[in-house]
């Protein structure tokens, strides 16, 4: 079955340092997302990217955050100067044409000390 | 505002006690109603989509049912291996993006 590959699964960074997560969606996915998931609380939307460029963003996706996709496979979520607050799991996700089957990674642990 | 809202927080049960979960959205202009299965530390996996009232979907011991205002994600005869965070989530209309409840927290004790 595809799956939404994301690299590394576990990140420690000093904070004020940049990170980059990444992320091999399903190969024929036209959709892509970022999520967080701070430890204990809801998933949070981060950013969606359809076409080459960003489609939505929502609050927390401020100017620290940038996302790439700089060939036909890759998508890399950027954090500029890492705060502590930042620490937790961020989630790939990916879909097709239709409104089914969000596909989610496994998640990279980002913990900012 | 979206609002996706998960009852019980958490849920013990033996095994083969079978019981049900909920969650009431308030999305406007929803398309679809996601059930994911998580396990700690790891990410949402895909179970189910619900896409209209009265729809119900199965997989094993489980199944979703949808109305206009909620949905229940009943657990039958429940195992061990049932054990995770059930989390449901709702795609607005424009930009597709999901908004997560805060998930149901699934123990079944054998």
């Known amino acids: 079955e595809p799956e939404v590959t994301q690299t590394p699964s576990h990140q420690v960074t000093q904070m004020g340092q940049e990170v980059i997560l990444r992320c091999v969606p399903i190969?024929?996915?036209?959709?892509f997302y970022w999520y967080r998931q701070i430890l204990g609380q809801k998933v949070e939307f981060l950013v969606s990217f359809y076409n080459n460029e960003i489609s939505e963003k929502s609050e927390i996706f401020d100017d620290q955050f940038s996302v790439e996709r700089p060939d036909g496979s890759n998508f890399t979520l950027k954090i500029r100067s890492t705060k502590l607050e930042d620490s937790a799991m961020y989630f790939c996700?990916?879909?097709?044409?239709?409104?089914?089957?969000?596909?989610f990674g496994s998640g990279t642990r980002l913990t900012v000390v | 505002e979206d609002q996706v809202t998960q009852s019980p927080e958490a849920l013990r049960l033996q095994e083969g006690e079978s019981s049900s979960l909920n969650c009431s959205y308030t999305?406007?202009?929803?398309?679809?109603l996601f059930w994911y299965r998580q396990d700690p530390g790891k990410g949402p996996e895909f179970l189910f989509t619900l896409y209209s009232a009265g729809e119900e979907k199965e997989k094993e011991r489980l199944k979703a049912t949808l109305t206009k205002k909620e949905s229940f994600l009943h657990i039958t005869a429940p195992k061990p291996e049932d054990s995770a965070t059930y989390l449901c989530a709702a795609p607005k209309a424009a930009g597709n993006k999901l908004t997560f409840g805060g998930g149901t927290r699934v123990l079944v004790k054998p």
């Open positions: 999305v406007s202009g929803l398309r679809g």
């Open positions: 996700a990916s879909r097709g044409d239709s409104n089914y089957g969000y596909t």
């Open positions: 190969s024929n996915h036209l959709y």
